[in-house]
């Protein structure tokens, strides 16, 4: 299972600390772009989950273009 955790920085670094203390988990730092990109995909994801439920409608790649 993989967790993304979204902290200020000053507390995030003693949480880190814990986690690395423990034998089963894996812990490793991402960029703020890599998290803006992960927050936009998941948006885009739910956005497409939301027209193919009949909740948003949807927008042709033709009119994305111009």
């Known amino acids: ?3 993304l ?3 200020k920085y000053n507390k995030a670094m003693h949480l880190l600390e814990v986690l690395k203390g423990l034998s089963h988990a ?3 730092t991402i960029s703020s772009e ?3 990109l ?3 995909i998941k948006e885009a994801v739910e ?3 939301l027209v ?3 909740n948003l409608k949807a927008r042709s790649a033709k009119d ?3």
């Open 1 to 3: 299972m993989k967790v």
């Open 38 to 40: 992960l927050e936009e």
């Open 26 to 28: 894996k812990t490793t």
């Open 47 to 49: 956005n497409l989950s």
């Open 5 to 7: 955790l979204d902290r």
């Open 64 to 66: 994305l273009l111009t």
């Open 52 to 54: 193919r439920q009949g």
């Open 34 to 36: 890599k998290s803006l």
